[in-house]
Nanobody
Framework: QLKFVESGGGLVQPGGSLRLSCAASGLPLDYSVIGWFRQAPGKEREGVSCITRSGDTTTYTNSVKGRFTIARDNVKNTLYLQMNSLKPEDTAVYYC????????????????????WGQGTQVTVSS
């Protein structure tokens, strides 16, 4: 049974940092892409950052480039998102998800391509 458990969210002031973790269980080794997504109230779900299983390709949405870093530990089956210089606009529920199959780099983090999702962890950036 595939299961994701996100953790590490919370309340942080602008400019602060958080490190999110996504622990996966029952994750087959042949998935293609795993990533972090977020959804703010009234907004569509957005692909924040994705990484291929091998780690050879990573993507970031423009708004987080230079501030967020994705990493994965395939041995521990854990995905991480280091979030620095947080802004109020980063406030959202953050989810991890996984997909199979090939995809161009340009669309590898499209939320519509992912079918298996965690329950999410709330990140609130506010002074």
């Amino acid at each position: 049974q595939l299961k994701f458990v996100e953790s590490g969210g919370g309340l942080v002031q602008p400019g602060g940092s958080l490190r999110l973790s996504c622990a996966a269980s029952g994750l087959p080794l042949d998935y293609s892409v795993i990533g972090w997504f977020r959804q703010a109230p009234g907004k569509e779900r957005e692909g924040v950052s994705c990484i291929t299983r091998s780690g050879d390709t990573t993507t970031y949405t423009n708004s987080v480039k230079g501030r967020f870093t994705i990493a994965r530990d395939n041995v521990k089956n854990t995905l991480y998102l280091q979030m620095n210089s947080l802004k109020p606009e980063d406030t959202a529920v953050y989810y991890c998800a996984v997909r199979w199959g090939t995809t161009p780099v340009q669309t590898m983090c499209d939320p519509q391509r992912f079918k298996y999702w965690g329950q999410g962890t709330q990140v609130t950036v506010s002074s």
